[in-house]
């Protein structure tokens, strides 16, 4: 029994080996197909006599040109845009064709004319004067004060940068006088009021300042405010008394030269100097005291200007 077990045994070994050879292997994968290099480019035939190339010299196969390479997206731009080709550098010669930013600062911009130079403006206008008059009153004086003080308002329009034109009430104290004549005596203080139309012209002008020329003509009347002595009438004793009265409308011219000074776009500070003639009664105004008579001042002026704009439609059509 152990016998026929064995042979069997021995048996199966010797047909495995051929069991397995008949196993058919698994199949390999196809090897990848290899690209067929492209054909030689034509060789150009040599001149006839000339030396033959060597055919055994390998050629080289043509490359095709490399696939360009996309180009990034350019990040978001936050400060400002540069010129392409421009240098950052301050020291960097500049390129033909590109402008570089200058270190230097730009030249202020002039500055606009306003409406009143530029001929389109209403102005209205306040001085403080002083000044004196020249020559003797009517009568003769014991004592006299000829400086005095006075104000001036006005309007003006200027519809050309050349030329204004307008008018304006001024008052202007002429100073006192006092006479005394037996048991008279008398203390007189006079003053004027005018009403006057004027025009201005501008000969030089800039762009924060300028001189003019002014004449204006009007009318002017006379105030006086006296006190003093009666004499005696009918056997009474001398009276004390104060009374005041008006006498007019006189003639009245004068001129000016002055100089204005721009301290904002529409406010100017303005001076002049000026001489006025008056036409004035020496008769007695009223009851109350003799007047003083035509006259002469001279007075200096300084006060402030504003301008409102009319829009340039205002301007006279020959000068837009």
């Known amino acids: 029994m152990r016998t026929l077990a064995l042979s069997t045994l021995f048996a199966c070994l010797a047909l495995a080996p051929a069991t397995f050879a008949q196993t058919p292997p698994p199949p390999s994968p196809p090897p990848p197909p290899q690209p067929s290099p492209p054909p030689p480019p034509p060789q150009p035939s040599p001149p006839t006599g000339g030396p033959q190339p060597t055919p ?36 960097a010669p500049a390129m033909l064709g590109v402008n570089l930013p ?32 020249l020559g003797a009153p009517s009568f003769a004086a014991d004592t006299e004060e000829k400086a005095g003080l006075g104000f001036g308002l006005g309007a003006s329009f200027r519809l050309l940068p050349e030329f204004s034109f307008g008018f304006g009430l001024e008052r202007m104290s002429l100073g006192a006088a006092s006479a005394t004549s037996g048991q008279s005596t008398v203390n007189s203080h006079y003053a004027v009021t005018e009403l006057e139309l004027g025009a201005r012209a501008y000969p ?48 009245a011219i004068g001129a000016e030269l002055g100089a204005a000074l721009r301290l904002t776009r529409s406010f100017w500070f303005v001076g002049n100097v000026g001489a006025d003639g008056y036409q004035l ?30 829009g340039r439609e205002a301007k006279l059509a020959a000068y837009r």
């Open 102 to 133: 200058s270190d230097r600062p730009s030249a202020p911009a002039p500055p606009a004319k306003d409406a009143w130079q530029d001929g389109h403006a209403l102005a209205v206008d306040v001085t403080a004067r002083g000044g004196s008059r």
């Open 204 to 251: 030089f002008r800039w762009d924060t300042a300028e001189l003019f020329v002014g004449l204006h003509v009007g009318l002017a009347w006379q105030d006086v405010d006296a006190s003093g002595l009666r004499p005696s009438m009918n056997l009474e004793p001398a009276q004390v008394f104060r009374c005041s009265d008006t006498a007019g409308p006189g003639f």
């Open 56 to 91: 055994d010299v390998p050629v080289a196969p043509e490359q095709s040109p490399p696939t360009p390479l996309e180009a990034a997206p350019a990040p978001p731009t936050t400060g400002p845009l540069e010129t392409p080709g421009a240098t950052t550098s301050p020291t």
């Open 281 to 310: 009664s020496s008769e007695p105004l009223g009851t109350c005291a003799v007047g003083i008579g035509s006259i002469t001042a001279l007075s200096v002026g300084a006060g402030f200007l504003y301008a409102f704009d009319l």
